[in-house]
T-cell receptor, first 112, second 116 residues
Framework: QKEVEQNSGPLSVPEGAIASLNCTYSDRVSQSFFWYRQYSGKSPELIMSIYSNGDKEDGRFTAQLNKASQYVSLLIRDSQPSDSATYLCAVNRETGGFKTIFGAGTRLFVKA | DAMVIQNPRYQVTQFGKPVTLSCSQTLNHNVMYWYQQKSSQAPKLLFHYYDKDFNNEADTPDNFQSRRPNTSFCFLDIRSPGLGDAAMYLC???????????????FGPGTRLTVL
């Protein structure tokens, strides 16, 4: 079992729709969770961070965290073609030995 | 603008010829990270510095070394590059690593390494 798992996709959604990206992790003591966007050939760009259970909204993006289910998701509302990229989930543990693990990412295509 | 800078952006080396990649930051962050990312794969953490404290990942090959001469700069040395070391090398920084709210990582543009 991978420590951070994401569906590789591709996930294809029409312009204006909601894109839903999911991530599960195996380390129960993980404490902080991040979503990065990575365009082809570019470096990851931080979109959202979330530290406690529930939802966190920032513009068109909403991150959702459920620590009991070891699950974190990213919703993108009103998807735009410029949102087409690979979305990486990252999980950190700060106590008991620092650890930072990235998932392999989900490729998202937004069709105009 | 505060940022993370990597040089060079593209590096071509020959099999077995040592190469050094550099990273600098103007964010005044305590932690600097080096990742290796191959096509369609997750970034893989090689090591990180927390201030001057070096932390090596258990599965990082001995062929990879790092130096952090001061807060702003960090170097990745590949002593004898093999064909399997061709990848994108990403440098990232975070303000801290002990507090969840301070460990957001900010990435440089990366260095694409080609090994001939």
């Amino acid at each position: 079992q991978k420590e951070v798992e994401q569906n590789s996709g591709p996930l294809s959604v029409p312009e204006g729709a909601i894109a839903s990206l999911n991530c599960t992790y195996s380390d129960r003591v993980s404490q902080s969770f991040f979503w990065y966007r990575q365009y082809s050939g570019k470096s990851p760009e931080l979109i959202m961070s979330i530290y406690s259970n529930g939802d966190k909204e920032d513009g068109r993006f909403t991150a959702q965290l459920n620590k009991a289910s070891q699950y974190v998701s990213l919703l993108i509302r009103d998807s735009q073609p410029s949102d087409s990229a690979t979305y990486l989930c990252a999980v950190n543990r700060e106590t008991g030995g620092f650890k930072t693990i990235f998932g392999a990412g989900t490729r998202l295509f937004v069709k105009a | 603008d505060a940022m993370v800078i990597q040089n060079p952006r593209y590096q071509v080396t020959q099999f077995g010829k040592p190469v050094t990649l550099s990273c600098s930051q103007t964010l005044n962050h305590n932690v600097m990270y080096w990742y290796q990312q191959k096509s369609s794969q997750a970034p893989k953490l090689l090591f990180h510095y927390y201030d001057k404290d070096f932390n090596n990942e258990a599965d990082t090959p001995d062929n990879f070394q790092s130096r952090r001469p001061n807060t702003s700069f960090c170097f990745l040395d590949i002593r004898s590059p093999g064909l399997g070391d061709a990848a994108m090398y990403l440098c990232a920084t975070s303000r801290d690593k002990r507090l969840a709210e301070y460990n957001e990582q900010f990435f440089g543009p990366g260095t694409r390494l080609t090994v001939l």
